[in-house]
């Protein structure tokens, strides 16, 4: 890893060396469905990702359903029956919509490549209330002319530079049979195979991996073409399940089928939920929780992987990655999400080369709409646009340099290479939760109780060879201050606001614990602070 030193500054009262800092807490977020981004809500939640967080990215299911009329084997019908066509034709009106906004907000999409089209799909209405299509094509040479259609339409649209930039996953979760996939692993590993051919043979220098496989697992339900779920029975049976051996799902199967095929992959992706559930032999689902470091530890399981791979170079993505994979989890909704989030981004930076937090708004209809403004959605806004702290914390990240001067169990001091403003951001995860991570809950009353966890934190920092007289900007996040469903518990949860109620919780979600620092005049900036249970702070030079 690159390293220099900092010359003239200095912390605590010693010389800086400065690592670089990915910033891969946004550059990928995740969203629902491709139809989803056709609303004004989620265009308008997506430019403010862009514009307040710096996503660089985004990601989301269903390109290719039904209801962006992708593939048209037929002319639609209307109120008669369909005529079907001699030769099935592709159209992109919706999907042009979507990526032509995408592209003009300065973010690119992370093409996932899937679901199936009704009149491809060996099976049907397979997967949520819009009836997603799940399962391996009728015929694959029909698929792959989709995809090599789809990609040169995009090269004409684009630009060959451009769309080179782009990223193609094959799929999505393929080893959640029936769910997501209906086929068998060897089944997905054909469709990868034909679909990397594909694209690669449009152009070699495009990007294609897979396999988009959901969370490690700590037993051997997936060595086999589908899952074993009794193999899982001593998972749901054991005590600590942080002392079992956790590992990633068909990524060393897939590397090793496309070595032996020839077969390219630019880079690997997977899922990383610190929850799981495992099946006992009443079967009974047992839910997992998993350790605060979790995600840190299997992102080091998953680089020693693929160094010691025949593909050293490929890139990792974790294409989707939350507290929980649930989208009924009140914990989304907390503070304790927002420093749960804060620690374990800025541990794993050096891991990934991207790790898209599924999702930034709560415009999601897997399970249909939420009940209510706050009813456990995976975003960072909720579907009224109020930001969660989650939101917060992303903004406070986001506002980090490219390299670190000093990281901290507890945060890290940055500093921007171009200008050299120093920025930092702290947190107090509560030293009383030891290894417990924030876990899921299904109502917010019932999250409350992590409230009382502590203590507080005292955090003290020198940062010497600065501009005397600078200011500093400083905003909190904290149990009083932009926690929006705490506010919303407190006005008695009502399930339909006024436009009264939505500006009053819109004023307490921003209204963060704002102070500045001021550099004296020998140039040190004289960090003093306590931090609350739970709190999440930044420290930006002031603005304006």
């Known amino acids: 890893m690159d390293t220099h030193t900092t010359p003239g500054l200095t912390i605590d009262g010693e010389a800086t060396t400065a690592v670089p800092l990915r910033h891969i807490w946004n550059e ?12 004004a809500d989620w265009q308008a939640h997506f430019r403010e990702a862009v514009t307040r967080l710096g996503a660089r990215f985004v990601r989301f299911h269903g390109l290719f359903h039904d209801d962006m009329f992708v593939y048209r084997a037929n002319d639609g ?14 159209t992109f009106s919706y999907v042009d919509k979507v990526f032509d906004f995408i592209l003009e907000t300065g973010a690119r999409p ?5 679901f199936m089209p009704r009149e491809l799909a060996t099976e049907t209405e397979t997967l949520f209330w819009w009836k997603a299509h799940c399962s391996p094509p009728t015929d694959m040479a029909r698929w792959v002319e989709l995809v090599t259609a789809t990609v040169t339409h995009w090269i004409d649209r684009y630009g060959l530079d451009e769309v080179r930039q782009w990223r193609f996953e094959v799929w999505n979760e393929p080893n959640l049979v029936p769910h997501f996939w209906t086929g068998t692993r060897t089944q997905y590993f054909e469709l990868y195979e034909a679909t990397a051919l594909a694209i690669k043979e449009i152009d070699r220098e495009l990007k294609v991996g897979g396999p988009s496989t959901s969370v490690f697992v700590p037993d051997d339900r997936y060595q086999g073409e589908w899952e074993d779920r009794s193999v899982e029975h001593a998972t749901a049976e054991a005590e600590d399940v942080d002392a079992l051996d956790w590992r990633p799902v068909w990524i060393q199967e ?6 032996a095929r020839d ?21 009974q689902m047992r839910h997992i929780r998993r350790h605060v470091d979790a995600t840190h530890d299997d992102l080091v399981a998953l680089r020693k992987l693929i160094a010691g791979s025949p593909f050293p170079d490929a890139e990792l993505h974790i294409t989707e990655w939350s507290s929980s994979p649930s989208s009924r989890d009140s914990i989304h909704d907390t503070l304790f999400a927002a420093t749960y989030i804060t620690r374990a981004y800025l541990r794993s930076a050096a891991l990934a080369d991207s790790i898209s937090y599924w999702t930034f708004t709560d415009v999601f209809e897997e399970g249909g709409a939420g009940i209510g403004p706050f009813h456990g959605g995976f975003g960072m806004v909720n579907e009224q646009g109020l930001h969660k702290p989650t939101f917060h914390a992303f903004e406070m990240l986001s506002r980090l340099g490219d390299t670190i001067l000093a990281a901290l169990p507890y945060g890290a001091i940055t500093q921007h290479s171009a200008t050299h403003e120093v920025s930092a951001v702290f ?11 924030v876990g899921s809950e299904l109502t917010y009353a019932a999250t409350r109780g992590l409230a009382q966890r502590g203590p507080a934190r005292r955090v003290r920092h020198t940062v010497a060879g600065l501009t005397p007289g600078a200011v500093f900007a400083v905003e909190q996040i904290d ?5 929006v469903a705490e506010a919303w518990h407190r006005m008695g949860e009502p399930l339909n606001l006024t436009p009264a109620q939505a500006a009053e919780l819109r004023e307490s979600a921003d209204g963060l614990r704002r102070t500045s620092l001021t550099v004296s005049g020998d140039g040190v900036l004289d960090v003093d602070l306590e931090l609350p249970a739970w709190a999440v702070l930044s420290i930006t030079p002031a603005r304006g």
Not at 110 to 114: A, K, N, T
Not at 479 to 483: E, F, L, P, R
Request: glycine letters at 14%; charged letters at 15%.
């Open 479 to 483: 149990w009083d201050h932009g926690n």
């Open 263 to 283: 077969v390219p992959i630019d880079f690997l992706s997977t899922h990383l939920y610190p929850t799981d559930v495992a099946f006992g032999a009443n079967g």
């Open 254 to 259: 897939l590397v090793d089928w496309c070595a």
């Open 28 to 39: 990928c977020v995740g969203a629902g469905r491709a139809n989803e981004a056709l609303r």
């Open 77 to 90: 019908g209307g109120f008669g029956p369909p005529v079907p066509l001699d030769t099935p034709v592709h």
């Open 427 to 437: 947190f107090n995860y509560p030293d009383d939760m030891g290894r417990q991570g």
């Open 110 to 114: 992370f093409v996932e490549l899937g």
